[in-house]
C-alpha cells in the first residue's frame, strides 16, 4: 500500500521527470480558470478580441487613426495588445504560483521552481494558441496578413514573457514577507502598463521630455520594436532589444536568490497572513 517515490539515477531520467511534472502542473494551471480546457482557452481568446474591439473603436472615433504608422491598422493595435497581455498575465500567474508554504509543496517530487515553471508555460501556451487563432481568423475572414520579419516579431514577444516572468519571480519571492505590497504592487503596475507599455502611441513620435517616463519600461521597449520588426516602415530610434533582456536577467537572478532565501525559511504559518 505504501509507495515510495524511485528518483532517477540519469541526467536524461531526471530530466524526463521535472518534464513530466511540469506538464501535468501546465494542464493544471490551464484548467483553473475553467473546468473545461477548451473554454479557458476560449475566454483568454474572448478577452484579447474585447482589448482589440475597443482599442480600434476607442482610436476611430478620438481620430487617432492618422497617427498610427501606415500599413494594416489591426495589426498596429494588436501588435501591443499581445505584448501586453502576455507580459501582464505572465507576470500575475507566477506571482499567484504556489509558494514554498503552499500544501501543494508537501508532495515529494513537487517544488516551488515547478510551480514557477507551469505558471509561466500554462501563460505563454494559452497566449499563443489565442494569438494564432486570431490572427489565423484575420488573415482568412478580413484580408492577408503582411508582416515585415514575423520571426523577429515573434521574438519579441518572447521576451515580453521573459520579463513578465523575471518580475513576477521577485515578486514572488518577497510575498511571504510583504504579501499586502506585492498584492497592491502587482496591480498598479498591470493597470500602470495600460499607458506606460506604449501600446497606444509609436515612441518616435513622442518629444524627448516625455521618453523618460517610459523608457524604463521593458515591456515599452519590447512594443516598439515589435513593430519595427512588424512594419516595413518603421524603425524604432528610442527603444532596444538588448535591454529588456538585460533588465530579464538581472531580474531572474535576484528573484531566484530570493526565492531560494525564502524557501529555506518558509513557515506553514504564513497561509494565514495573506
Known amino acids: 500500500m505504501f509507495q515510495t517515490t524511485r528518483k532517477p539515477k540519469s541526467g536524461i531520467g531526471t530530466a524526463m521527470l521535472i518534464f513530466e511534472l511540469v506538464y501535468h502542473s501546465v494542464v493544471r494551471n490551464v484548467r483553473k480558470t475553467h473546468n473545461n480546457a477548451f473554454m479557458a482557452i476560449g475566454l483568454n481568446m474572448l ?13 476611430s472615433v478620438l481620430g487617432l487613426r492618422g ?7 489591426l495589426i498596429y493595435i494588436m501588435s501591443g495588445i499581445f505584448l501586453y497581455m502576455t507580459h501582464t498575465k505572465t507576470l500575475g500567474a507566477v506571482v499567484g504560483s504556489e509558494g514554498p508554504a503552499s500544501p501543494m509543496m508537501q508532495h515529494a517530487p513537487m517544488n516551488t521552481i515547478i510551480s514557477i515553471a507551469s505558471a509561466a508555460v500554462g501563460t505563454l501556451y494559452i ?12 488573415h482568412v475572414a478580413v ?13 519579441m514577444l518572447l521576451i515580453a514573457w521573459f520579463t513578465g516572468l523575471a518580475l513576477g519571480l521577485v515578486l514572488l519571492s518577497i510575498k511571504p514577507w510583504f504579501p499586502t505590497f506585492v498584492n497592491v504592487f502587482t496591480t498598479i503596475y498591470q493597470r500602470a502598463n495600460m499607458i506606460a507599455s506604449g501600446k497606444m502611441f509609436v515612441a518616435n513620435t513622442l518629444p524627448g521630455f516625455m521618453l523618460a517616463m517610459f523608457d524604463w519600461n521593458p515591456l515599452f521597449h519590447c512594443i516598439d520594436q515589435a513593430r519595427g520588426f512588424a512594419f516595413i516602415n518603421y524603425a524604432p530610434h528610442h527603444s532596444s532589444v538588448t535591454y529588456p533582456i538585460y533588465v530579464g536577467m538581472v531580474l531572474i537572478m535576484l528573484g531566484l536568490m530570493g526565492e531560494f532565501y525564502t524557501r529555506r525559511h518558509a513557515s506553514l504559518s504564513w497561509g494565514a497572513r495573506r
Open 47 to 59: 478577452q484579447v478580441a474585447i482589448f482589440v474591439l475597443a482599442f480600434y473603436v476607442m482610436f
Open 67 to 73: 497617427a498610427a504608422l501606415r500599413g494594416d491598422f
Open 127 to 138: 497566449q499563443l494558441l489565442s494569438l494564432f487563432v486570431i490572427l489565423f481568423g484575420y
Open 143 to 155: 484580408t492577408p496578413l503582411e508582416i515585415d520579419r514575423p520571426i523577429a516579431a515573434f521574438g
